[in-house]
């Protein structure tokens, strides 16, 4: 059975994100690829940070999750893309079992 939903990709930031990824830019944060990265690609983006690491990174320190996720999201620290952040997580994140519920029978 063929899926109904259909993805387009989005790379128009909203406002309240992009001001966050900007900002983030010019303090030597991670933001993922580049403008010119991107168009290298053949990809048009609006902005920087239109990358799913740069997001979970600003998501995470930005909400007070945890700050120093992604080497404290600083370049000059390490941070970087998804297997970096992967990398991280395995040496500084406690990784939970699976949640098992058992319904009763009625």
Request: with cysteine; hydrophobic share 35%.
């Amino acid at each position: 059975m063929a899926s109904s939903i259909s993805h387009t990709p989005y790379t128009t930031r909203k406002p309240e994100y992009a001001t966050a990824a900007d900002k983030a830019q010019k303090i030597g944060m991670y933001i993922g690829a580049t403008v010119d990265f991107c168009a290298k690609r053949g990809d048009v983006v609006d902005g920087v940070a239109v990358d799913c690491g740069a997001f979970v990174t600003r998501l995470v320190i930005d909400s007070g999750w945890d700050t120093s996720y992604n080497y404290n999201g600083k370049l000059s620290d390490g941070a970087g893309p998804t297997d970096t952040q992967k990398n991280w997580l395995d040496a500084h994140w406690q990784n939970l079992e699976p949640l098992r519920l058992s319904i009763p029978p009625r």
